[in-house]
């Protein structure tokens, strides 16, 4: 059975720092690409970082580059993220995401945790 669950989240006040971990199970965490997303009510789930599978590189949402920091171990099948510098704006449901793309004619598999909420306030 395929597991992602999600920690860390919580109140912080801006500028402060809280660390997201997913711990995963089920699946061959070290061939798939994992991901954070964030989502608030209303809007669309948007990505927030994502790692490729040996964890050689990494991507950026504009808003969160330089502050936040994506990292994987594949010993631990787990993803983290690093969020210092925080901002209201960063308020949100935080979602570990794992995909892996085998290419044509196959279709992708996707896995996603239940979320963790973040809130940013004084």
């Known amino acids: 059975q395929v597991q992602l669950v999600e920690s860390g989240g919580g109140l912080v006040q801006p500028g402060g720092s809280l660390r997201l971990s997913c711990a995963t199970s089920g699946f061959t965490f070290s061939i798939y690409e994992m991901s954070w997303y964030r989502q608030v009510p209303g809007k669309e789930r948007e990505l927030v970082a994502s790692i490729t599978s040996a964890g050689g590189s990494t991507n950026y949402a504009d808003s969160v580059k330089g502050r936040f920091t994506i990292s994987r171990d594949n010993a631990k099948n787990t993803v983290n993220l690093q969020m210092n510098s925080l901002k209201p704006e960063d308020t949100a449901e935080y979602y570990c995401?794992?995909?892996?793309?085998?290419?044509?004619?196959?279709?992708?598999?996707?896995?996603w945790g239940q979320g963790t909420q973040v809130t940013v306030s004084s």
């Open positions: 995401n794992a995909v892996k793309r085998p290419g044509w004619p196959y279709a992708a598999s996707v896995y």
